[in-house]
């Protein structure tokens, strides 16, 4: 939050007064003035009082410490967002045949789900929001065991709520570098930041 214009941070709500913010997501206060206004129980020492609250100083006051508190902060965010989301591999050597059905039958009433298909078609990584999930399927072993990967993204296309992530130009270099360009993470970000 800051009453001051501030724009170099992406992905990030700016809010110019507390009703404005969220409760239960983290927050950043710019500005000695504003964190002293807005954080309770203010400690000028403590740059973040509780989990979910931090403060930094304005670009005037300090600007060198501002940048690397943004940083930490970002870098605090994205964390907390991969930290939810669970990886699953589907390993199509080990499961039987009510297995695949079950699986089949979870995909098409999971709901809202992002998938996004690595490079050369190796490999397909299915986000699904609302179990915080994603699931990796081998497209080059099924391709091994006869099934074609056509038939597969066919398939997958035509299930109701599925969006494809056809681009990871909407992500930004720096977060890439964070997540050390992990692809299976391509479909998170895409349903957070949009593509």
């Known amino acids: 939050m800051t009453t001051k214009r501030f724009n170099s941070v992406k992905y990030f709500n700016i809010c110019t007064s507390p009703s404005d913010c969220i409760s239960d997501i983290p927050t950043l206060y710019i500005g000695l003035e504003t964190a002293r206004d807005n954080i309770i129980d203010f400690n000028i020492l403590n740059k973040r009082p509780t989990n979910n609250i931090w403060w930094t100083y304005g670009r005037t006051e300090n600007r060198k410490e501002q940048e690397e508190d943004i940083q930490s902060f970002t870098d605090f965010c ?33 709901g809202h789900k ?60 720096e977060i890439r570098s964070n997540t050390n360009n992990n692809p299976h993470l391509i479909p998170i970000f895409s349903d957070f930041f949009g593509e």
Not at 79 to 106: A, E, F, G, H, P
Not at 152 to 170: E, M, N, Q, W
Request: hydrophobic content about 40%; glycine content about 2%.
């Open 114 to 173: 992002k998938i996004f298909i690595t490079r050369g078609s190796m490999f397909m990584f299915i986000y699904v929001p609302r179990d915080e999930c994603v699931y990796g399927l081998s497209l080059s072993l099924c391709e091994y065991f006869h099934i074609p990967n056509k038939k597969i993204i066919k398939r997958f296309a035509k299930l109701p709520d599925t969006d494809f992530v056809h681009s990871t130009d909407f992500i930004d270099d």
């Open 78 to 110: 994205i964390n907390r967002l991969l930290n939810k989301v669970k990886y699953k591999y589907i390993d199509i050597l080990n499961l039987t045949y009510s297995r695949i059905k079950k699986m089949v039958y979870y995909f098409t009433q999971c």
